[in-house]
Structure formats: structure tokens, C-alpha cells
């Protein structure tokens, strides 16, 4: 199965920041010797039949060799396909973001999580078991990561929209 994984906080090439290299050979040595890195926020594509064990494996092999513990999330290539050709166009893609985290299906209509994208002048306009789709209200604010770390309790990661758009639009074909 072909996988996106996102690293979260990385800025690869930057001090205290995993590199390509590392990254690259973190997943070779969970199994997966054949990545691709996208752009340098720490997106990789793998193949892979198990995923989570790759990730968690890449986790570990990563710090070790980096000395810069990240944690990844991951989603399916089609899942990530198929959320995009729904909400993709729909949208103007400045001021979205698309949001990974561990916390299951967020329910966006629960008092305490309304709150929470009312103050972080924010709003989850869709989201799935692991996943959300987040409309900042200022351009240039990226909010959808503490939202979603505040509402779930774990450790979430965005990207935005344009990205996952343009990895969409070169990876969907080849998967």
C-alpha cells in the first residue's frame, strides 16, 4: 500500500532538525528502502503492507541516527486521494490545512471543541478517524496543529492544503 507519512516539526537541512539522509535511511532501515521526500517539511511517500510498524520502526531508526526524536503520522495515499478530490477544490486553499493526529474521529459540533476553534479563530470543516480539514480565519495563521493536539490529548501535524494539493496532483497516478 503506498503511504504518506508526515514528520512532525521538521525542517529538514536546518540545525536540530533531522536530515534528507537520515530520514531516508531511518525508513530503510524499518524496511522501506525506497522513499521519496517531499519538499523538505518532512513528507515521505513509502510503500508498505504495514505501515504502522514501518513508522514506528522509522521513528526509532531516525533518533538514532539524527539524535532528533520526531514523531510520524501516516495516511493512506488513496484515503489522502480520495479526501482531497472531495474538499480539495471546494475550498480556496490559502488559509486550509490538512491535519494528522492520533486522537480517532473529532467530533466538531462538541461544546469543548467549539470553544477551541472559536478562540483559536479557526474551524475543522471536516475530519475523519485520524484526520482533519482546517479553516484558519487569518491568512498566514496555522492553527490546526494545537487545535487538534488540545481537542485529541496527542500529537498532530499539518501541512497545507496547497502541498498536499501539489503532492496529490505528482504522487496519485504512481501509486
Known sequence: MRCVAFMRNVNQGQRGHPSTVDIVAGFADAGCPDVQTFQSNGTILFDSDE???VVAGAEEAIAARSGHERDILWIALA???????????????????FTLHRGGTV???????????????????????????????????????????????????SRGLPTILRLVARFSSSG
Open 79 to 97: 484515503d489522502l486521494v480520495a479526501i482531497i478530490g472531495e474538499h480539495g477544490a471546494a475550498h480556496e486553499s490559502r488559509g486550509y490545512e
Open 51 to 53: 505501515p504502522g510498524e
Open 107 to 157: 467530533d466538531t459540533q462538541a461544546p469543548d471543541a467549539i470553544s477551541i476553534m472559536t478562540r483559536a479563530r479557526c474551524e475543522i470543516v471536516d475530519a475523519g478517524p485520524g484526520w482533519a480539514l482546517v479553516r484558519n480565519d487569518v491568512d498566514g495563521q496555522g492553527n490546526a496543529t494545537p487545535v487538534l493536539e488540545r481537542l485529541t490529548g496527542d500529537r498532530a501535524t
